[in-house]
């Protein structure tokens, strides 16, 4: 069973890491959320959910406990270490704040000690900025986190696929980052083509 951390931050768009979940639970996973105390703010404003309150009904709902809540502040957590193997790791939304002290090798929370190690060990790591306009500060974090192969994957949904929806427009970006770490997924309508 793959294992896959999910951290959520304080940056909008929690609509992200709510499908993201949802879709990973479709599949043969072991989850760990990782949430800032911002990220369960943000979380509960812009949906109202409680973080958890909703990983309890997730667990229910699939009748055997696969996410597990870290602590964030648990640096003692298995997910901590390198030792501990997990598959990916994705980051979704991601703040500008926690996305510079991860290319800086600053790691005072478990969600930054946990992509710390998936850089350190050559994992895949997925980031989800969600910020507009970007600047150069964020632009340069951005860049040295891909030149040490952390995929960048801005909350952009393409419009190739003609979204009806803001659902659909979710679905776009939740699917591409489950692309990114090799998970199959119907998520979004893939292109065809055109002749």
């Known amino acids: 069973m793959k294992k896959i951390i999910v951290g959520l931050t304080g940056a909008s768009g929690s609509a992200y890491f709510r499908r993201l979940i949802e879709v990973l639970l479709e599949h043969e996973v ?44 648990n640096m003692f957590s298995a997910v901590a270490s390198g030792s501990y193997r997990c598959d990916a790791m994705i980051v979704i939304p991601c703040s500008m ?29 997925v980031i989800v900025p969600r910020e507009t306009p970007l600047s150069t500060i964020h632009l340069k974090n951005m860049y040295e986190l891909s030149k040490v192969g952390v995929t960048i994957l801005p909350a952009m949904p393409g419009f190739y696929n003609l979204p009806e929806t803001v659902d ?21 309508k893939r292109w065809k083509g055109k002749n």
């Open 97 to 125: 704040s926690t996305l510079a002290e991860i290319a800086n090798g600053i790691t005072k929370s478990l969600l930054t000690r946990a992509a710390d190690v998936m850089i350190k060990e050559q994992r895949k790591l």
């Open 168 to 188: 659909d427009m979710i679905n776009h970006i939740v699917g591409k980052a489950l692309d990114c770490i090799g998970i199959d997924n119907n998520n979004y």
């Open 30 to 73: 072991e989850i760990h959320v990782i949430a800032s105390e911002h990220g369960s703010q943000v979380l509960a404003y812009e949906t109202g959910i409680i973080l958890e309150e909703q990983i309890k009904v997730w667990n229910e709902k699939i009748s055997d406990t696969r996410i597990t809540l870290e602590d964030n502040n």
